[in-house]
């Protein structure tokens, strides 16, 4: 992993889990349903609306949603 990945959780959110299946790539998966709730990611967390919504599609196979994301050089925060 080049970058640092965080996740951070939203009171009343689901979940997340981070796993590396490679150098380049991280799966954070989570259990559904997740009604009301979307995936979001920022360089900074203490800036106030640097959030924005993650553009790679999810998956849901067996109740469990999952997206996969390129690591890079610079933090993400999820």
């Known amino acids: ?3 640092l990945l965080v996740s951070a959780q939203s009171v009343g959110g689901p979940r997340l889990s981070l ?17 009301g709730f979307g995936l979001e990611q920022t ?17 849901e ?8 994301v390129s690591t890079g050089p610079a933090p993400r925060f999820f």
């Open 1 to 3: 992993m080049t970058g």
């Open 19 to 35: 796993q590396q299946p490679s150098r380049d790539e991280v799966t954070l998966t989570w259990l559904g349903p997740a009604t």
């Open 43 to 59: 360089g900074d967390p203490t800036l106030a609306g640097s959030w924005e919504p993650v553009p790679t599609p999810v998956t």
């Open 61 to 68: 196979v067996g109740g469990v949603i999952s997206v996969r």
